[in-house]
Every structure is written in C-alpha cells, then in structure tokens.
C-alpha cells in the first residue's frame, strides 16, 4: 500500500478557524481542546531525571532491571494484575507510537481485521490502515466474534474521548471472544488513575486476575504516565502482558532503535514507585472537573459518560445545536474545545473538554460555560 493511500489530513487543523475566534474574546482564549498537562513535573521526577543525567552508553530497549520491576510491582499494587514477571514488560516511547504501529508490528496487513471503539481516538484507525489492513469502529462483541479476520482488538478504558469504564464483567466476554479467534487484545489504560466514580481506586485493568484469572495469553496493557505524573514531554509509557507477544515485540523494536532514553527509564522508575504525587494530581483535577461540572449543569450541557479520564464529553441538552454549533459557541466564550466528530460518526452531537488548564483558566472557563445558558 502507499504512502499516500493512508495518509490523512491532521484533524486537530481544522480547528483553525475557532481558535482565532476564541482569540478574539476580551478575556483571551482558553484552550480546554488537546488536554497536555500544565501542572509542574513532580520534584521527586525531575530529581531522578537530573540524577540519570549522565549517560554516555545506549540504553537497553527491553528497559533496564530496576524501570521493569517497577511496573510489576505497579500493576500488583495498583491495578489488580499479580504474578507478572520482568520478561511481560516493555517501555515504549510514550503511548501514541505503540498505538499506530502496534498492527504493523504484529505483522497484520491485508485481510486482517482491526477492532477498535466505535467513538475513538482517531490514531487506531491510522494505525490499522498504515499495516494494510481492515479498520472496524464498533463496542459490539457480537460485530466480530466469529469474524476469522479478526487478529487485533482494541479496547480503551477509560475512554478517550467519552471517559466511559468497561466494566470486570465485559473485560472477560472481549477476552473470551478474542480467545476463539486467536487475536490479541490491546487495553489502552493511560487513564485508570483518574478514576471519578470511586475516587482513589483505579478502572479495571485487562490484565487484573479477576478479568484474565492470571492467564495473560494474548492480552497486553498499555499505559502512559504522561497523565497522572505530568510528565508528557519525557515521552514515558510501557506495554505489559503476554511474554511471547512482548519478546517478539523486543526483537523488532532492537532492529528499529525504538528505545526510552536512559534517563527517561530511570525517571519512570521513580515515579512508578511514587503513588503520592498521583493522588496529589488526581486531587487537582477532581477539584478543576468539579468546578467545571456544575458549570456544564447550568448551561444545560449533559455529560454523557465521563466516569473516569481528563475529560468531560458534553453536548447540547437543549438539542439546538450539534457538535460543530457548540464549538462555536465555546470558540465565542472565549474556549477552545474537541469536536466530537474527530472520534467517528457517533460522536457528532459532542464536544470534548479538558480538564488540563491552571485553576485559574479553569475558573474562567466554568463562569464562561455557565454564561452560555443566556444564548
């Protein structure tokens, strides 16, 4: 396939247009749309960083000893997964890299099929169509189960963008479907500490013993600590899961370069290790989405899902205006949003808010967004 067959338009430029309105507001814009953290990097992180800082020789792309373990013992502490083993883990240069060329990696291309949510971020179809193969948008298991061409699925909890949680209960029927078909299912978790239905817990991982019962054959996690570390510019994450499937994956990624600086592995290594800074930040954000909230209640704007992540995934209560009509509406107050049509079809009625601007901006944004209960 060529490069040109796939390649699309980046759909974050179309918002041009709104951004320059939202400039015009007397107050300055506020931009609630990409959602990268402004809060500072933790000290106890940057300290690691600056500690690692001298580092002449290459680093190991399989991620040193110590970052490894870390993540075992991260994902038995906080996310229900015991008995994971150093040789299931795998750092990879933050999370968005992994999600576009995961299909490829795994060898799919024509007459593969790629699962992925029907309301999404935008990158697994990408990836999908850079390996060559099929992209199928849908939350129905029913829709592939018995589909042969099935060899990747993708699931996202919390979403991105409807902040939706899969519960325990259909965790275990996509890994059982998954199962008869032979295909690897990729949880996207990057937002599990940012947990709003039961603050301080995280949502269900892939990989918990109660949704595999220990058995991590054809299952991996992948997860950003860009969010709950603020940390977005180390470019951070890692992938844990099946041995065979994280080998293979090693194998590739020595042959390509595709390696977390060292200073970056020693620096996640601290952070996994440090679960205080997160409830701090976790904190802070539940403080700045409250306020937001009711600001959304009073303006008549419903919140649809939204139990977990960075986001509230709102629309028009009143039905007056579509997805498109609330952005410019926002874009007028003075605030930059998410257009829920970049997510697929079915999210075209919404708009997406972020949770990442200083309380300050937040503040701000709440009494704008209360305003617009006049129009």
Known sequence: MGFESFTEDYPWDQMASYRQIAAGHPGG?????????????????????????????????????????????????????????????LPTIGSKELVGLLPSLLGLGAGDTVVFPEVA??????????AGAHPLATNEIGDWEADPSVRLVWINSPGNPTGSVLSVAHLRRVVQAARKRGAVVVSDECYAELNWCDVGTTTPSILDDAVCDGDRTGLLAAYSLSKQSNIAGYRAAFVAGDSRVIGDLVRLRRHLGMIVPAPVQHAMTVALGDDDHVRVQRATYKRRRD?????????????????AGLYLWVRDGRSRLDGWGLIEALARAGIVAGPGAFYGEGGRRNVRISLTATDGQIAAAAQRIAALRKR
């Open 29 to 89: 814009a506020i931009d609630l749309s990409i959602g990268t953290p402004v809060d500072d990097t933790p000290q106890v992180v940057q300290e690691a960083l600056r500690e690692a800082a001298n580092a002449p020789g290459y680093p190991l792309t399989v991620g040193t000893a110590a970052l490894r373990q870390a993540v075992v013992d991260w994902f038995g502490r906080r996310r229900g997964a015991t008995g994971l083993g150093a040789e299931q883990v």
């Open 121 to 130: 971020y935008p990158t697994y179809r990408v990836g999908a169509l850079l």
């Open 291 to 307: 306020l937001l909230v009711s600001a959304c209640a009073e303006a008549d704007l419903e919140i649809c899902d939204s139990q």
